[in-house]
Structures are given as C-alpha cells and as structure tokens.
Nanobody, 124 residues
Framework: QVQLAESGGGLVQAGGSLRLSCAAS???????MGWFRQAPGKEREFVAT???????SYADSVKGRFTISRDNAKNTVYLQMNSLKPEDTAVYFC???????????????????WGQGTQVTVSS
C-alpha cells in the first residue's frame, strides 16, 4: 500500500507563489503522478500530471503558471504554482498510478493511490 503525503500548502496573496510537495512511501518506478484539486462544492479536477520519464500535461486553467516536476531518487513530485489567483483556492491532492509512459492520466478514475490533501488559499 503506497502512502502519499502532501505538504507546502498555505495562505498566499493573489499573484504570489507556492510550491507543493508529495512524497511517496516507496519507490515510484514506472509510475505517473498527478495533482488534482477540489474547491468547496465542486468536483475534484485535474491540474497536472507527469510520467516516469518526465513528460507533462496540464489543465488549461493552470498552463503557463504551474509546473509539475519529480525527483525519482526521492520518490517525490512537486507542483510549483506561480501567479496564483483566488480561483486557485482549493484542497490539492497528489495521486499515483503505475502506467505507461506514453499516456497522460488526467482522470480521477485513473489513479489508485491518493494523498490526504493540502489546503491552498489565495486571497484577493
């Protein structure tokens, strides 16, 4: 059973930056890892995903502002969030699945393992 632990959330003003981290409890070889977010009263939505080799895909709403990366030696994935907007306020979750390096997994149904989430609040 893989455990994921997010960190780095907090309160930031609009235009500011935050960096989220997600550490896995075991090796993440041949995995895709993703970030999702859920605002109050809304469904969980895709933010970004990264394959084992480092190929990335982003939701249109964050493209150009957020960057996903991973350190396979540390079993950790990161989400650098710049130019934050109030509409980015949500609980952010990381997720993991074993899968193909040639496919971008963007649906919550694709992922088996989830972290507990970290709150990001952007004030206007």
């Amino acid at each position: 059973q893989v455990q994921l632990a997010e960190s780095g959330g907090g309160l930031v003003q609009a235009g500011g930056s935050l960096r989220l981290s997600c550490a896995a409890s075991e090796r993440t070889f041949s995995t895709s890892m993703g970030w999702f977010r859920q605002a109050p009263g809304k469904e969980r939505e895709f933010v970004a995903t990264i394959t084992w080799s480092g190929r990335t895909s982003y939701a249109d709403s964050v493209k150009g502002r957020f960057t996903i990366s991973r350190d396979n030696a540390k079993n950790t994935v990161y989400l650098q969030m710049n130019s934050l907007k109030p509409e980015d306020t949500a609980v952010y979750f990381c997720a993991l699945k074993w899968g193909l390096d040639t496919i971008y997994y963007t649906s919550t149904a694709d992922y088996i393992y989830w972290g507990q989430g970290t709150q990001v609040t952007v004030s206007s």
